[in-house]
Structure formats: C-alpha cells, structure tokens
C-alpha cells in the first residue's frame, strides 16, 4: 500500500500583513517543505480548489505557485490522480536540524541518574527472529491462528461504543470474569474479578508493583540468579535489592530472612525458577508465605508459562496458599498465547487495589479495549483451552526432541534434563567450558543460545546454556541441536 503522505495536514500558511504577493508566499513555503523534506518525495498535494478554499485565497494564487514548482521540477503532475512532490529529487546532503531543536554537541546529554543507569544495563532483549534457540517465541498452530482470525474479525465487526471511548483501568468487567473463572480452576488462585488488574504482560505489572509496594531504599528479595528484566526493573528504582540463593528447592528462604529479615517485598518465579526451572517446594512456600505474613512483606509471584506444564502433579500457584494476602499474583497471555499480544494480568490483595489501579491509570490508563474483547471471546469459547491442550503436546514433543540430540552429540561435555514444565531449558556446561564462550561462538554461527552465568548476583554461578524449545518444530530443533553440540564440544 503508498503512502499519499501528510500534506492535508501541513501547516500551510499566508501572511496579508507583508508585501509579498500570496502566490510567491505558497511557492516558497512549499518549496521549503521540499527542499527541507518535511513533506516527503512523492506526497500527494491537495488540489488547487481544496488548498485555496482552506487558505481563502484566490485559486489563480494557487495555480500559480504550483505552476511554478512544476516548471522547477519539484512537483508533478499526474492526470486525473492529482499534484505529487516529485519523487526523483536529491537526498539533500545533509538535513536540516528541526526548527528550534539544537544539535548535539557531543557532551553527555542531562538526565537523571535513572537514565545513566539503564543506559549501563546490559541488554536483555528477547529477539524476535525464528532462530534456535531464541526465547522470545512461541509456536501458534494454523487452528490458533484460525480462531484467532475468526474471533478477531467479529470483534471489528461489532465495533461499538466500547472500544471507542475510555473505559476502566482494570480491564472489560467480562474479560476480569473470564480470567477470574480460569485462574481459580487453572491456577487455584483465590480471586474475584474486581480483584484482577488486565495489564500489556509481565512487564508492566512488575513495574506498577514496584511503584507501590516500594520506596527508595527499601529492602527486596529477589532470586539469585533472576530473570534479569526484573532485576534491572528493580535495579533501576532507588531500592535495596539482596539477592537470594535459589537451590535445588528453590529459594532459599532462611538465606533471605538472614540477609534482610524486614524486607519489604519478595520477587518470585516460584512454580519454574527463571533460569534454573527449579520448583519452590512446598516446605519452603510455607515458609515464605509465613515469614510475608510475621512481618507484613508483600510476595510479587510471577506465575509465566504455567499453562505448559508436561509431567508431575499440577502445581498450585502461591498465591492459592496464601491466607493472608500478602501475594500479589502476575500472569501472561504473551506465553500462552504469543508475546506480539501484549496482555497480561494480576491478582492484586483488595487493601492494594486502590493504589495499583491508580498506577496503573498514571502509566497507560487501560488496556486497548478491542484487543480485550478478542481475548474474551477467545476464551470464552474455548479456542484458549483447545491451544493450551495442543500447544503442550506440541511442546512436549519438541523438548524431548532438544533433550534427546543433545544428549546423543554432546553428552559427555553437558548435563541436560527434560524440564517438567515451561518454554525452555538448560543443558549444563561440564568442566572449565564457559557459557558466555560457548553464547559468543554459537551466536557467530547464527544459534542463540543465553549464557546463564551473567543472571547471578552473590550465589555460587553455574555454567549453562539457556535453550528455548518452544518456538520451533521439531524439524528445526534437531539440526540446531547438533550444530550447538558441535559448537560445545569444540570449546573444551
Ligand atoms: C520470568 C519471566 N516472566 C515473564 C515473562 C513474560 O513477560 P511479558 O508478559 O512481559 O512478555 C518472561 C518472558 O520471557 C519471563 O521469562
């Protein structure tokens, strides 16, 4: 599809007060959006009627200035499709600054310390290409993508008052319903609908929880390794960030209450430790919930990618055991569904509501109404569940397909385990092999592996590769697979 351009929304200006007649005062502003390249190279002009109407000026005036740029080769004209900036004309060599806006001048640019601090982050960015072994994606079967359609155009469809105006920060009344019926039946997470807040993912959720629960300075647990996104959420927010041990039962609770007993807040991936995948047992949830509970900490529970999970009992959420409302429950379409969707959702205690609505208004307002209404309905007439149940098959299928050639290429160099749940999993490095070597090598043959080493903070660091499954066929993973073996074996 070509763009017409924005000339209908240009400035177009004439001054009575000068001297200068009205059709050189068109000519050189028009030449000067060229030349200047506000209006770009083959934009459509507005007819001569149209610009003197809007201008109240005569049409001859117009008719002349155009006629003039005509001639000068700056616009041209096409019969019966109207007036276009020529599209041949030189790049300028340089462009013009924006009026008013100064060039750098190369000294650092003021902004907050905050700013410096991010700009020192190192990067985490889920890449979207369909390469192996990137984490970002997940597999969408053509009956998703079906349903999807079908669902999303009766949606535009019926297009009402709805999504056209404002509507409540916490998300459609119907779509709050839904989610509420599914968490207690899926997740056991204690809920009513006026209890959830519909965000854009994990993400943002994070980042409202952040803003209420915490000042600066506060003290806050966090998983040691972590998923670096919260991590860095945190590290940039003023506050107190100890990082505690995760072992073979997940955090290690004890370690926490020693390091920082009266911290405010917890940040957990409890039901699959984000990178390790471990557990949190239910001695230690016990635990945690106890210790939130004896000094009025809160608990941020990020529950992602639960829906996938292959082997062993169901696990409830935290959230579920949680008597005293002290956990604040995040979960994601964006890896159940795909993460191009951006919504997600919480369960916020009924005492923090107020607040978290209020954030969350202070941030985006809402969530984008038409999209919730497609999730809804998506829901409601099971497409969700119906891709939940294939989409593990699906996944399953491809891990134990990752599991099983790794395991034949390159099982003396690595330890690697089917995970019972989730969207990826870690093949340990043996002896002195460095994941980041092995991150930097595979990625030089166009494998994306993530290096697990740089996700810890104090705790004894692990070597290990990070390996997503979930967004290739089996076809894909297997080759993959090998040339990573190749590439392990080859960096002893
Ligand atoms: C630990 C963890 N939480 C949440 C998410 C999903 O985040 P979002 O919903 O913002 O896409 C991810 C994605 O990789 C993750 O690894």
Redesign the pocket.
């Given at each position: 599809m070509r763009s017409t351009g924005w000339a209908d929304l240009y400035a177009w200006q004439v001054d009575r007060t000068t001297g200068t007649p009205l059709f050189r005062q068109m000519y050189l502003q028009l030449r000067s959006a060229i030349v200047s390249r506000t209006l770009a190279p083959g934009t459509r002009l507005p007819s001569t009627r149209e610009l003197a109407a809007r201008l109240r000026v005569a049409r001859t005036s117009v008719i002349s200035a155009y006629e003039q740029l005509l001639a000068e080769g700056y616009i041209a004209g096409k019969a019966r499709s109207g007036t276009f900036i020529a599209s041949d004309l030189p790049m300028p060599s340089e462009r013009r600054p924006l009026d008013g806006i100064p060039r750098t001048s190369g000294k650092a640019p003021r902004v907050s310390v905050r700013a410096k601090a991010l700009a020192g982050l190192r990067a985490f960015v889920?890449e979207s290409d369909a390469t192996p072994f990137n984490?970002?994606r997940t597999r969408v079967d053509p009956r998703t993508v079906a349903a999807w359609r079908r669902v999303t155009h009766r949606a535009v469809r019926s297009l009402d008052a709805v999504h056209l105006g404002y509507s409540d920060p916490r998300g459609l009344p119907e779509l709050r319903e839904t989610l509420c019926d599914y968490l207690r039946v899926a997740r056991a997470v204690r809920c009513d609908p006026d209890q959830i807040i519909v965000t854009?993912?994990?993400?943002?959720?994070i980042d409202v929880a952040i803003r209420v629960l915490l000042d600066r300075g506060s003290e806050v647990w966090v998983e040691d390794p972590c998923?670096p996104?919260?991590y860095n959420a945190l590290a940039i927010a003023d506050v107190n960030v100890h990082p505690v041990p995760v072992d073979a039962h997940g955090l290690d609770v004890a370690a926490g209450v020693r390091a920082a007993p009266n911290a405010r807040a917890a940040f957990v991936?409890s039901s699959h430790q984000?990178?390790t995948g471990v557990v949190l047992t239910m001695p230690r949830r016990l635990a945690l919930l106890a210790w939130a509970r004896e000094t009025g900490a809160w608990i941020v529970e990020?529950d992602?990618?639960s829906e996938f999970r292959y082997s062993g009992r169901p696990l409830a959420s935290l959230q579920g055991l949680d008597d005293a409302q002290r956990t604040i429950y995040?979960g994601?379409?964006?890896?159940a569904l795909f993460?191009g969707l951006?919504i997600?959702y919480m369960v916020v205690p009924r005492p923090l509501m107020n607040a978290f609505v209020h954030a969350r208004y202070l941030i985006d307002r809402q969530p984008s109404s038409l999209e919730q209404t497609i999730v809804t309905d998506f829901m409601r007439q099971g497409h969700f569940a119906a891709h939940i149940r294939r989409t593990r098959a699906h996944y399953r299928e491809q891990r134990d397909a990752l599991v099983g050639e790794l395991r034949r290429r390159a099982g003396d160099a690595i330890t690697v385990e089917a995970p019972e749940q989730g969207m990826h999993l870690i093949a340990y490095l043996h002896g002195r092999r460095s994941d980041v070597n092995v991150e930097r090598a595979a990625r030089a043959r166009g494998i994306i592996v993530r290096a697990i080493r740089p996700m810890y903070r104090n705790a004894r660091p692990r070597s290990g590769l990070m390996l997503g499954f979930s967004g290739y066929s089996v076809e894909a993973l297997v080759p993959a697979a090998a040339a990573l073996a190749k590439v392990i074996t080859a960096n002893a």
């Amino acid at each position: 599809m070509r763009s017409t351009g924005w000339a209908d929304l240009y400035a177009w200006q004439v001054d009575r007060t000068t001297g200068t007649p009205l059709f050189r005062q068109m000519y050189l502003q028009l030449r000067s959006a060229i030349v200047s390249r506000t209006l770009a190279p083959g934009t459509r002009l507005p007819s001569t009627r149209e610009l003197a109407a809007r201008l109240r000026v005569a049409r001859t005036s117009v008719i002349s200035a155009y006629e003039q740029l005509l001639a000068e080769g700056y616009i041209a004209g096409k019969a019966r499709s109207g007036t276009f900036i020529a599209s041949d004309l030189p790049m300028p060599s340089e462009r013009r600054p924006l009026d008013g806006i100064p060039r750098t001048s190369g000294k650092a640019p003021r902004v907050s310390v905050r700013a410096k601090a991010l700009a020192g982050l190192r990067a985490f960015v889920a890449e979207s290409d369909a390469t192996p072994f990137n984490m970002g994606r997940t597999r969408v079967d053509p009956r998703t993508v079906a349903a999807w359609r079908r669902v999303t155009h009766r949606a535009v469809r019926s297009l009402d008052a709805v999504h056209l105006g404002y509507s409540d920060p916490r998300g459609l009344p119907e779509l709050r319903e839904t989610l509420c019926d599914y968490l207690r039946v899926a997740r056991a997470v204690r809920c009513d609908p006026d209890q959830i807040i519909v965000t854009g993912g994990t993400q943002p959720a994070i980042d409202v929880a952040i803003r209420v629960l915490l000042d600066r300075g506060s003290e806050v647990w966090v998983e040691d390794p972590c998923y670096p996104v919260t991590y860095n959420a945190l590290a940039i927010a003023d506050v107190n960030v100890h990082p505690v041990p995760v072992d073979a039962h997940g955090l290690d609770v004890a370690a926490g209450v020693r390091a920082a007993p009266n911290a405010r807040a917890a940040f957990v991936t409890s039901s699959h430790q984000f990178p390790t995948g471990v557990v949190l047992t239910m001695p230690r949830r016990l635990a945690l919930l106890a210790w939130a509970r004896e000094t009025g900490a809160w608990i941020v529970e990020d529950d992602y990618a639960s829906e996938f999970r292959y082997s062993g009992r169901p696990l409830a959420s935290l959230q579920g055991l949680d008597d005293a409302q002290r956990t604040i429950y995040v979960g994601t379409f964006n890896k159940a569904l795909f993460p191009g969707l951006r919504i997600g959702y919480m369960v916020v205690p009924r005492p923090l509501m107020n607040a978290f609505v209020h954030a969350r208004y202070l941030i985006d307002r809402q969530p984008s109404s038409l999209e919730q209404t497609i999730v809804t309905d998506f829901m409601r007439q099971g497409h969700f569940a119906a891709h939940i149940r294939r989409t593990r098959a699906h996944y399953r299928e491809q891990r134990d397909a990752l599991v099983g050639e790794l395991r034949r290429r390159a099982g003396d160099a690595i330890t690697v385990e089917a995970p019972e749940q989730g969207m990826h999993l870690i093949a340990y490095l043996h002896g002195r092999r460095s994941d980041v070597n092995v991150e930097r090598a595979a990625r030089a043959r166009g494998i994306i592996v993530r290096a697990i080493r740089p996700m810890y903070r104090n705790a004894r660091p692990r070597s290990g590769l990070m390996l997503g499954f979930s967004g290739y066929s089996v076809e894909a993973l297997v080759p993959a697979a090998a040339a990573l073996a190749k590439v392990i074996t080859a960096n002893a």
